[in-house]
């Protein structure tokens, strides 16, 4: 895609005209980055904007013993650091690239005159920082109120999404340590609760694609 599609596609500039579009694609950057490269670390000081133009990253916390948990994995067309174009204070999360990536970049600068000139741009931004907001407190009542079983159906029936063949696939490669640092669990909890997902064939796994075969029990 071209840097212009990939700011026309996104939810935080549909409202803009195509010579908008145009000048905002001449203002950005792009930056192609290896992969296992961390783009940002939480606690940096930065104001740029990420958009994913190719590959994947997951966004990350992680404690001081090292322990980590993926909050989400990003693809082309996603967006990541937005948060650091409307505050000055440091990142709240890890980046971490799972393939080489090429990123557009907006700094803050630009992205300030960009909301002067067009205001329904501040309301998508308002939408779409609301919809983060109920998404983490999801995440948090997952953690307190439901078992690693039900942290993990609530995941997969996320992810899953409808083929035109009618098959529900995780397009996402995720393997049992990926999913384990989603739900906070332990890798080995993931890998007896997959065990008997597939014994009784409601899932299926090849090559870290999952497909959900059936509706997935409500208990474990």
Known sequence: ME?????RSNELFQALNEPELQHLAELATQRTVPKNTMVISAGDMSS????????????????????EMILATL??????GELSL??????????LTLDKCEFIILHREEFYKLLEHNPMISIRVIK????RVRFITN???????????????????????QTADGKMVI??????KDIASRVGSSREMISRIFSELEKGEYVS?????????KKLPLAW
């Open 3 to 7: 840097t212009i599609d990939i700011f």
């Open 48 to 67: 740029s904007m990420y958009l994913i133009k190719s590959g994947m990253v997951n966004v990350l916390v992680a404690n001081d013993e090292g322990r």
């Open 75 to 80: 693809q082309a067309g996603d967006h990541f």
């Open 86 to 95: 409307l505050d000055e204070a440091p990142r709240s999360a890890n980046v």
């Open 128 to 131: 779409y920082l609301c919809q």
């Open 139 to 161: 995440i948090a009542q997952g953690l307190a109120l439901l078992d690693v079983y039900g942290r993990l159906l609530r995941l997969l029936n996320s992810l899953a999404q």
């Open 171 to 176: 397009n996402i490669p995720l393997t049992h």
């Open 205 to 213: 796994v090849e090559h870290k694609i999952i497909t959900l075969h």
